[in-house]
């Protein structure tokens, strides 16, 4: 089984970081080459395939993706209009997930 592809910004240059050196708990995470998400770390190869495989993400974790994807420097000269865009899409995902309670 395989990684399936990021579930922020749906590269497939996705892969299993071997973490053994560093956290010696969790050993490996799933790792998207084009976005640097990190998926959720695991003991196992397995574990990790399964975690990145199940993953959901959560309105703010996307919208913080975003804001940080707008940051890149291919972005510059629309920066700041897109700031205006992607600080009101926070605040409204925010207060969203506030209500939902999660
Ligand atoms: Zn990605």
Redesign the pocket.
């Known amino acids: 089984m395989e990684l399936k ?7 497939e ?2 892969a299993v970081h071997d973490w053994l050196n560093e956290h010696p708990d969790h050993s490996y995470c799933g790792f ?6 990190e998926g959720s770390p695991s003991k196992s190869v397995q574990g990790v395939i399964d975690k990145w495989n199940k993953r959901k993400i959560s309105n703010v974790q996307y919208a913080e ?1 975003l804001v940080e994807w707008m940051k890149d420097p291919k972005f510059a000269a629309e920066y700041n209009s897109l700031q205006t865009v992607s600080d009101r899409l926070v605040e409204m995902i925010v207060e969203e997930e506030r209500k939902s309670g999660t």
């Open positions: 592809p990021c579930p922020f910004c749906g590269s240059r996705v998207c080459k084009d976005c640097e998400t993706v």
